[in-house]
């Protein structure tokens, strides 16, 4: 299976811009996407292939990557955005999640 | 606007199995593949599989074949997954899940259904 590996947490302070790192053990094409989890809550869809942002999604959420290496970015980061982000990746059976990054804010 | 809607939490005994549900609303149910996620408890999640609502057909992460039986009922929207011969290994929230209409992608999400395996 493809392993997505993320950092376990990070701490930003708010109205910083953070970078959420996703690296795959094998190359996903742009089969790549991001999801938000506030505890409790289900997941929420945030950028599919890459870079594309999901209906609704505030555009301070943006990605980038490519081949293994994936990036989440918010500009700038918010009180509400506390939260874990996986990714996910579809080009390799079976689709597989990241272990997620839980967004701390100082 | 589209909604799916799980069944409630369920306490099974090791052994037994379960049938969740997920019911759909809001777009044509028969035209988009709806999966199933598992997520343990503070865990990271899980694709289970998928299942096509017009043909039947389904898509099992090899993991869970043997585990997992997916059904649909077209005539209600509404899908189903069975978990069969349960362990305390399979206590987690499974969710039901709708692709993104423009390209890949869990688009819509139920809010999931806690399974408790104890005796």
């Known amino acids: 299976d493809t392993l997505l590996t993320q950092s376990p947490t990070l701490a930003v302070s708010p109205g910083e811009r953070v970078s959420i790192s996703c690296r795959a053990s094998?190359?996903?094409?742009?089969?790549m996407h991001w999801y938000q989890q506030k505890p409790g809550q289900r997941p929420k869809f945030l950028i599919y292939e890459v870079s594309n942002l999901a209906s609704g999604v505030s555009a301070r959420f943006s990605g980038s990557g490519s081949g293994t290496d994936f990036t989440l970015t918010i500009d700038p980061v918010g009180a509400d955005d506390t939260a874990t982000y996986f990714c996910?990746?579809?080009?390799?059976?079976?689709?597989?999640f990241g272990g997620g990054t839980k967004l701390e804010l100082k | 606007q589209v909604n799916l809607q799980q069944s409630g939490a369920a306490l099974v005994k090791p052994g037994a199995s379960v049938k969740m549900s997920c019911k759909t609303s809001?777009?044509?149910?028969?035209?988009?593949?709806v999966s199933w996620v598992k997520q343990s408890l503070g865990e990271s999640l899980e694709w289970i599989g998928e299942i096509y609502p017009n043909s039947g057909t389904p898509n099992f992460n090899e993991k869970f074949k043997g585990k997992a039986t997916l059904t649909v009922d077209k005539s209600t929207s509404t899908a189903y997954m069975e978990l069969s011969r349960l362990t305390s290994e399979d206590s987690a929230i499974y969710y039901c899940?709708?692709?993104?209409?423009?390209?890949?992608?869990?688009?819509?999400w139920g809010q999931g259904t806690l399974v408790t395996v104890s005796s």
């Open positions: 094998e190359g996903v094409s742009s089969y």
């Open positions: 809001g777009y044509p149910f028969t035209g988009y593949w």
């Open positions: 996910q990746q579809s080009w390799n059976d079976p689709r597989t």
């Open positions: 899940s709708r692709r993104n209409s423009r390209g890949p992608g869990f688009a819509f």
